[in-house]
T-cell receptor, first 114, second 116 residues
Framework: AQTVTQSQPEMSVQEAETVTLSCTYD???????LFWYKQPPSRQMILVIR??????QNATENRFSVNFQKAAKSFSLKISDSQLGDTAMYFC???????????FGKGTRLSVIA | EAGVVQSPRYKIIEKKQPVAFWCNPI?????LYWYRQNLGQGPELLIR????????DSQLPKDRFSAERLKGVDSTLKIQPAELGDSAVYLC??????????????FGPGTRLTVL
């Protein structure tokens, strides 16, 4: 079974600074997908970024980028120019293949401080 | 494009009472998921539908939980009777098989259930 580990329960960052959230996972699969979701207090789980394991290039979405290290089974999220609206729980998630359930980590609570 | 819709947003009930949650997925999405999120945890799958067929319900406590997806669109998740330990957020998600976004799952706002 796949597992996802987020070792940082809480983090904080100053507005406009850069922060990196860590995620490691365990799987015997070769092809899979990795995701970062953001969950603000409204509880809506919002997709931040996704990465296909067969792609060597790290995914980027505006201020959000990932560092995907397949051999190390590591998938960290970097948020540049942090904004107050980035304050939320961030979940790392693994999906074995299309149309299968997501396996989530326990989340990292990020606070952006003015 | 409208997102995943869930209702109600909040529900407070006494233990042993029944409760039902409703989900309307993104139009055209053929796969629907129900997840349960306990406080301080990530969501965990309860059941997955492909069209109207439940293809993964191994984590659904079948003695008290039931679900249906009529006509492969809307879905209802029911608990009868509810127990204190059922207090959680119930999330619905949908995805499109073979979609260009790699079957990315999109979530609704969730229902927060409190059992007293």
């Amino acid at each position: 079974a796949q597992t996802v580990t987020q070792s940082q329960p809480e983090m904080s960052v100053q507005e406009a600074e850069t922060v990196t959230l860590s995620c490691t996972y365990d799987t015997s699969e070769n092809n899979y997908y990795l995701f970062w979701y953001k969950q603000p207090p409204s509880r809506q789980m919002i997709l931040v970024i996704r990465q296909e394991a067969y792609k060597q290039q790290n995914a980027t979405e505006n201020r959000f980028s990932v560092n995907f290290q397949k051999a190390a089974k590591s998938f960290s999220l970097k948020i540049s120019d942090s904004q107050l609206g980035d304050t939320a729980m961030y979940f790392c998630a693994f999906m074995k293949s299309g149309n299968t359930p997501l396996v989530f980590g326990k989340g990292t609570r990020l606070s952006v401080i003015a | 494009e409208a997102g995943v819709v869930q209702s109600p947003r909040y529900k407070i009930i006494e233990k042993k009472q029944p409760v039902a949650f409703w989900c309307n997925p993104i139009s055209g999405h053929n796969t629907l998921y129900w997840y349960r999120q306990n406080l301080g945890q990530g969501p965990e799958l309860l059941i997955r539908y492909e069209n109207e067929e439940a293809v993964d319900d191994s984590q659904l406590p079948k003695d008290r939980f039931s679900a249906e997806r009529l006509k492969g669109v809307d879905s209802t998740l029911k608990i009868q009777p509810a127990e204190l330990g059922d207090s959680a957020v119930y999330l619905c998600a949908s995805s499109l098989v073979g979609g260009g976004r790699g079957d990315t799952q999109y979530f609704g706002p969730g229902t927060r259930l409190t059992v007293l």
